[in-house]
């Protein structure tokens, strides 16, 4: 396929602006709106920005890291870069869905591209009933916290908090606590990625929680519910060299 019509996106750091003034020049600007890639010149967060305000769009996404880590990008260069995308690979991400009602009747509906997580609000810790597919797994997780983690965003938040890593083509999510206090020995679970995991918060008023889906928060929610959409496809770019897959799997092997 060729790319002759590239949309260049950049984070506003100096290197990132560098690198959108460098390849504008030689390669032209197109609309997003009107375009055959998008390239996103930033790190993972703007990665994450840049596929959340595209995530309707039927648009593949190469991200070029211009940031620090760059799990989700491929390295930098420009000579070469229309016969990179000819030969890139393409992987395809499904978001989470969370539901979210607060402790007045509010609810809430937002995407998750790497994992929706609950925090305690307040000194104390959260209380926390858990079920997966309407059948009630832990009937007490008392903790700081908890996620659902999509591959993709396994290896960030997830894997900070000692969950396990996903490869791409697993076909699961993983169910992680934050700080788990009862009980002490459960670490973490691994679901079928068409499983509906909700969480229901106990002792609402004394313990608050809040969900977090990438960057959208709900403050005293009294229960969320995660699933993936499946109707919803994000296509994302890699070098053949540097493909998804391969990090996910050598991350694993890190000392």
Known sequence: MKFSRIAFLAAEQEAAQEALVQLTTRFGQASPEDCDVIVSLGGDGFMLETMHRFISEEVPIYGMNRGTVGFLLNQYAFEDLPERLERAQIVRLHPLIMSAETRDGTKYSALAINEVSLHRESRQAAKLRIQVDG???????????????????????????????????????????????????????????KAVVSVEVLEQNKRPV???ADFTEVRDVSQVTVKEDRSIGIDLMFDPEHNLEERIIAEQFVP
């Open 210 to 212: 809040s969900a977090v």
């Open 135 to 193: 059948k009630v797994r832990l009937d007490e997780l008392i903790c700081d916290g908890l996620l659902v983690a999509t591959p993709a965003g396994s290896t960030a938040y997830n894997l900070s908090a000692h969950g396990p890593i996903i490869p791409m083509g697993a076909g699961v999510l993983a169910l992680t606590p934050v700080s788990a206090f009862r009980p002490r020995r459960w670490r973490s679970a691994l679901l079928p990625h």
